[in-house]
């Protein structure tokens, strides 16, 4: 089975600072991971993936995330955050062959101003 | 461009009556086709998905069904609805099996009274 952990359930950051959303998973194989990102009351939103290759995939909107395979993690990072970057954030993870994907339980960042 | 569309965006019904939810996608053929639903605790919980006409996997027992009556149309049932179906239903496409990302559409927000 697989699964997905983001252990903080809100981060909270000052604009221009940076930020780290965390996420591990545990699957069998080769996983392919990936981030969204939910605004209130809206459909979730595809920001970057990790299929093979640079352990470091850049995304939408200056987002960034390290596959770090010994410590089976797939953090989200960003240089410098904005205050419009507040948001609910998932990490997901599917085992291929497989169509389907799990969910962590997100994790909301808060940017103050 | 592919887009993919939900209606309504947000009902209110009884408990015992009946829902139906759409969801169709434009601008790709054969996608595969999920839904999910968002419980107040933010989780994503994968409800049914659908790699072609008429082919429904569910992944929960519960009150719901699913359907999938044209190529890019999936639908959400259920005869009898129950408070505990309460929640954001979010539709999603991906190209097929070994295409990796999903994507999701605008969401419905259903409240059972």
């Known amino acids: 089975a697989q699964s997905v952990a983001q252990p903080e359930d809100q981060v909270n950051v000052a604009e221009g600072n940076p930020l780290t959303v965390k996420c591990t998973y545990s699957?069998?194989?080769?996983?392919?991971l990936f981030w969204y990102v939910q605004y209130p009351n809206r459909g979730l939103q595809f920001l970057l993936k990790y299929i093979t290759g640079d352990n470091l995939v850049k995304g939408s909107y200056g987002f960034e995330a390290e596959f770090n395979k010994s410590q089976t993690s797939f953090h989200l990072k960003k240089p410098s955050a904005l205050v419009s970057d507040s948001a609910l954030y998932f990490c997901?993870?599917?085992?291929?062959?497989?169509?389907?994907?799990?969910f962590g339980k997100g994790t909301m960042l808060l940017v103050s101003p | 461009s592919q887009t993919i569309h939900q209606w309504p965006a947000t009902l209110v019904q009884p408990v015992g009556s009946p829902l139906s939810l759409e969801c169709t996608v434009e601008g790709t053929s054969n996608p595969n086709l999920y839904w999910y639903r968002q419980a107040a605790g933010r989780g994503l919980q994968l409800l049914f998905y659908?790699?072609?006409?008429?082919?429904i996997s569910s992944e929960v027992p519960q009150n719901l069904s699913a359907s999938r009556p044209q190529d890019r149309q999936f639908i959400l049932s259920s005869k009898k609805l129950l408070l505990s179906d309460s929640g954001f239903y979010l539709c999603?496409?991906?190209?097929?099996?070994?295409?990796?990302?999903?994507?999701f559409g605008p969401g419905t927000r259903l409240t059972v009274t």
């Open positions: 659908s790699v072609g006409i008429g082919q």
């Open positions: 699957v069998s194989g080769n996983p392919y």
């Open positions: 997901a993870v599917r085992a291929p062959p497989y169509s389907t994907l799990t």
């Open positions: 999603a496409w991906s190209v097929s099996r070994t295409m990796i990302e999903q994507y």
